[in-house]
């Protein structure tokens, strides 16, 4: 469905205002100012979107972009309405290579839990946050995303569905109200949560969920095509304007896991940089992170896969830019085709780049299902601490096991679980707590 936008009054309003600095300035359906203050200039990013960026236009003399888009609706909700600011000093960040967490600067740890908000009990939710709280985990990341292609049985979460050209976002009960009750147990149980927004895998809907919809058939056409962009976009904004005010949020996340297999470099590092600037321009407080695997990186005789730039990520390249905020790595040595002992080497690689850019490194994910969690994962979670003062700033292991106390059933187990209370979580949580100190 298309919708024109602008009457010649709205129009007239808006071409009198300048944007501040990085702000949006236009794009189909965009009211307001399509000018930027002295020294920026409204640069076209795709049919959605464009921002006010340094350059040397002179105010009000940048044109419009094109007012027509394929509307994305809403469903009918109760937004729980947010704070009018964050509380000061409360929002997580990156102080050179470490973060700093409710004003304490250290390496952390924490967990992943994808499932958390496709939960429909509150309690199992709660229980769930105080477990993380009293074990000392402090980072949680969590799916912001949940795309279908079919609307599910009635109560089945899930946050955006797509049919013909349209993309509608679930903001009831049953959608985004879940993940509401996340950030709301976070907040009460000083829990931060990394939110990302679009998996490159087919799980959970994914980008290929929003293929019908935008017109193409691969990933790697999704990260160029505008009108995809678009829509992944508006989903983001739809997320961001939630929790905008909100200390629970440690970061928002592009993607799990960007892949562009076979591609020029470009292709990703484009699309990150497009999509960390236009988040920028929605929240100028919070961190940002790609969720990247970290693949791309030169290292002398060393041609292994992990290493290579065939995924069309380049690690320090995408680090580099201006509004990403921390470098992002996994391992899953199995997977990968190298050895258990791969681990150490790879960390400490990803903490030199970070070290040298000034910008923390997240171990993200790992996980092993041979060999025994302990003995295998423990070495990779002492090599990340030991290298806290040279690039490393936390670990997150993969993933957040738990007993329902609504149902009795696990909440996961994919193998590479980690279930509270068991001998493996008193190895990789209790013991790594202890010795972070």
Not at 193 to 218: E, K, Q, R
Not at 322 to 335: A, E, I, K, L, R
């Amino acid at each position: 469905m298309k919708t024109a936008v602008l009457s010649s009054l709205v129009a007239a309003s808006a071409a009198q205002q300048l944007g501040g600095a990085w702000s949006q300035c236009g794009g189909a359906g965009w009211t307001g100012a399509t000018a930027c203050v002295s020294g920026y200039t409204c640069k076209f990013s795709n049919e959605w979107y464009s921002q006010c960026v340094p350059g040397s236009a002179a105010p009000g003399n940048d044109t419009p972009t094109t007012t027509l888009k394929t509307s994305v609706i809403a469903a009918p909700s109760a937004t729980p309405s947010a704070p009018s600011s964050a509380p000061s000093g409360s929002i997580s960040k990156a102080t050179g290579t470490k973060f700093t967490i409710d004003g304490v600067t250290k390496y952390y740890a924490g967990t992943n839990s994808y499932w958390i908000g496709f939960l429909t009990s509150n309690s199992d939710v709660d229980t769930i946050m105080s477990h993380l709280q009293t074990s000392g985990l402090k980072i949680l990341r969590v799916w912001g995303f949940n795309d279908v292609k079919t609307i599910p049985g009635s109560g089945t979460v899930y946050y955006q569905s797509f049919s013909g050209s349209t993309a509608t976002i679930n903001t009831g009960a049953n959608g985004l109200q879940r993940l509401d009750y996340v950030v709301k147990s976070a907040e009460a149980h000083g829990i931060k949560l990394i939110i990302n927004f679009v998996n490159n895998w087919t799980d959970y809907g994914g980008m290929a969920a929003y293929f019908s919809a935008c017109g193409v058939t691969s990933n790697k056409v999704w990260y160029q095509s505008s009108k995809c962009q678009g829509m992944y976009q508006a989903y983001i904004k739809a997320v961001i304007s939630r929790y905008r005010n909100s200390n629970a949020v440690f970061a928002w996340e592009l993607a799990n896991e960007p892949r562009c297999n076979g591609c020029a470099t470009s292709i990703l590092t484009n699309w990150i940089r497009q999509t960390s600037d236009y988040i920028r321009s929605l929240d100028s407080d919070h961190m940002i992170a790609i969720g990247d695997e970290g693949f791309g990186i030169t290292v002398s005789g060393d041609t292994s896969y992990p290493y290579s730039f065939g995924e069309g990520l380049d690690f320090a390249a995408n680090l580099a830019l201006p509004n990403v905020s921390m470098g992002t790595f996994h391992f899953y040595p199995s997977s990968w085709g190298v050895s258990n002992d791969f681990g150490k080497g790879w960390v400490n690689n990803h903490a030199a780049i970070c070290k040298q850019l000034n910008k923390p490194c997240l171990f993200e994910e790992y996980g092993t299902t041979t060999g025994g969690h302990c003995t295998v994962e423990q070495p990779w979670q002492q090599a990340s601490l030991a290298a806290k003062d040279a690039g490393m700033a936390a670990d997150l292991f993969w993933d957040l096991g738990e007993i329902l106390g609504s149902t009795g059933n696990k909440a996961a187990d994919d193998g590479n679980t980690i279930f509270y209370g068991s001998d493996d979580w008193k190895c990789l949580v209790d013991n790594h707590i202890k010795s972070i100190g």
